[in-house]
């Protein structure tokens, strides 16, 4: 089992910055492909990006591409997200997520978090 607990949301002003943090448990962390998600109201829950388990490979959704950046450190079991430049359509409830492999759709992840808001303003 792993469980995860994602943090660092919040209200942030649009053009600014937040960094969301994913703590893991259970299973050895380093041993999984992590990936960040988000679901806005009335919204389908999409990929916002993916990290393997060394860190050497990475996805980002063309939305986020040059503003967000997924890194990992598995001495702190720990995966962070950091969003750069938020925009007005930015603002979801935002997952991490686990699985086996290197993979980008939600179907494709076994173990996901609580969900943490972030709430950008004009």
């Known amino acids: 089992q792993v469980q995860l607990v994602e943090s660092g949301g919040g209200l942030v002003q649009a053009g600014g910055s937040l960094r969301l943090s994913c703590a893991t448990s259970g299973r050895t962390f380093g041993n999984y492909a992590m990936g960040w998600f ?19 490979r990475t996805y980002y959704a063309d939305s986020v591409k040059g503003r967000f950046t997924i890194s990992r ?23 991490c997520a686990a699985g086996p492999f290197f993979r980008v759709l939600p179907k494709e992840f076994n ?9 950008v303003s004009s």
Do not use: C, F, H
């Not at 990929?47 to 860190?55: D, H, Q, R």
């Open 38 to 56: 988000r679901q806005a109201p009335g919204n389908e829950r999409e990929s916002v990006a993916a990290i393997n388990w060394s860190g050497s």
């Open 73 to 95: 450190d598995n001495a702190k079991n720990t995966v962070y997200l950091q969003m750069n430049s938020l925009k007005p359509d930015d603002p979801a409830v935002y997952y």
């Open 111 to 119: 173990y996901w978090g609580q969900g943490t808001q972030v709430t």
